[in-house]
């Protein structure tokens, strides 16, 4: 074939891809979809692909819980990050991926089991000791949500949110004057929390 056939065939694909892709534009706003190479879909199924190729990645399979996490499928975030766990044992983060997801499903006390493993691995991570809070908050263990929030706020000072829980716990138990104390801490790192506990801590029915 002459330079000048190569050169019109190559326009000639380049027209059909073009008239194809329009195509396919026009069938998807018809359906009142916005055209989108890069779905959800399609990135699953890329992720999907890799780990059918490559199955003891535990970067892949945590990819694909991490898709799944903002897709709002905890279930099977947890699937998929029990896999990271199995092929990686030491990887905290993972861990504690999962027992955020454990909090959300509701499932509480597999989330502090799973909080105590992160802890393992990450003994620094104050949002760990937070969020276990949190599921022991939860399954009624309030003693234990206090003793987590401490911890939490023990490895970092500033952590506002933490402060704003624990003076909440103290609530629960009447400990108006520590509830106090959270209050007067949490002034100087974060007004809007500081103003949300005072408002628990003047509404006499949190106390109780």
Request: one cysteine or more; hydrophobic letters at 35%; proline letters at 3%.
């Amino acid at each position: 074939m002459s330079k000048t056939g190569r050169v019109f065939a190559c326009i000639v694909a380049m027209l059909a891809v073009m008239s194809a892709c329009k195509k396919e534009e026009k069938e998807s706003r018809q359906t009142g979809q916005e055209y989108n190479p890069y779905t959800a879909e399609s990135v699953y199924g890329e992720v999907q692909k890799k780990i059918r190729d490559n199955p003891k990645d535990p970067d892949l399979w945590f990819r694909l819980a991490d898709l799944y996490d903002r897709n709002g499928q905890y279930a099977d975030e947890v699937e998929a990050l029990k896999k990271v766990v199995e092929l990686k044992p030491d990887m905290g983060y993972a861990c504690f991926k999962m027992g955020t997801a454990y909090n959300r499903l509701g499932q509480h006390d597999e989330a502090i089991e799973t909080f105590k493993k992160t802890l393992r691995y990450m003994p620094d991570y104050a949002v760990a000791y937070n969020n276990m809070a949190i599921a022991y908050g939860k399954t009624g263990k309030t003693e234990d949500e206090i003793t987590a929030l401490k911890k939490a706020i023990k490895v970092r000072p500033s952590y506002a949110t933490a402060r704003y829980n624990l003076g909440v716990a103290y609530m629960k138990t009447g400990r108006r004057d520590d509830a106090k104390q959270e209050y007067n801490e949490l002034k100087k790192i974060d007004a809007r929390l500081a103003e949300a506990l005072l408002k628990e801590i003047e509404n006499p029915a949190k106390g109780k």
